[in-house]
């Protein structure tokens, strides 16, 4: 089944511990992003991905680390979690042409940062 | 700042009307043109997708692509209880960032 996989689903954790949140995809797609949603905020782009290699900030970027070294998997880390991360996070990918083809996402994974 | 806008609802149609649900967007360069509907406590998932001028149909729903005015717009007819959700818009950036509108609440009552 294709599918965006992300761990865990949800998470309650305390400040400046890290964390890392995987995201993993198995449809050969070369694109890969992460969202955070918050209420009355809608989803904001954390950080995407073109290919192996390959990253770039998305409009909210700032306490938020990734990495592409396969292209199947596309971590979030959060090197020193604050209570203002706390928020609904989802990992999409897509094809070639990278946010020009529609999006699969992942079914989310809610965190609570104390 | 690159916007993409919408009325945030909600927008309360009987079963079996057509629902409009309109967006705007700011950057004239916008290549491709989404909406994805999200129930609650779950992930966007795709309706319709837009590249060109005109209307595209793929069912009960058809989406309207105006980029002179960057207007784009996602029309459902039939209306069911089912198809009520939060509607969003999203707008490609140069293939690259995806921005997203903050989303329209539906509501169809039956």
């Known amino acids: 089944e294709a599918q965006v996989t992300q761990n865990p689903r949800y998470l309650i954790t305390v400040t400046g511990k890290k964390l890392t949140v995987t995201c993993s995809q198995n449809?050969?797609?070369?694109?890969m992003s992460w969202y955070r949603q918050d209420p009355g905020l809608g989803l904001r782009q954390i950080y995407y991905s073109m290919n192996v290699e390959v990253t770039d900030k998305g409009d909210v970027p700032e306490g938020y680390k990734v990495s592409r070294k396969e292209k199947r998997n596309f971590p979030l880390i959060l090197e020193s979690p604050s209570p203002n991360q706390t928020s609904l996070y989802f990992c999409?990918?897509?094809?070639?042409?990278?946010?020009?083809?529609?999006?699969?996402f992942g079914d989310g994974t809610r965190l609570s940062i104390l | 700042q690159k916007e993409v806008e919408q009325n945030s609802g909600p927008l309360s149609v009987p079963e079996g009307a057509i629902a409009s649900l309109n967006c705007t967007y700011s950057?004239?360069?916008?290549?491709?043109f989404f909406w994805y509907r999200q129930y609650s406590g779950k992930s966007p998932e795709l309706i319709m997708f837009i590249y060109s001028n005109g209307d595209k149909e793929d069912g009960r729903f058809t989406a309207q692509l105006n980029k002179a005015s960057q207007y784009v717009s996602l029309l459902i007819r039939d209306s069911q209880p089912s198809d009520s959700a939060t509607y969003l818009c999203a707008v490609s950036q140069a293939g690259t960032a995806l921005i997203f509108g903050k989303g329209t609440t539906l509501s169809v009552s039956s």
């Open positions: 449809m050969n797609h070369e694109y």
């Open positions: 999409a990918s897509s094809f070639a042409g990278g946010s020009n083809q529609p999006q699969h």
């Open positions: 950057d004239r360069g916008s290549q491709s």
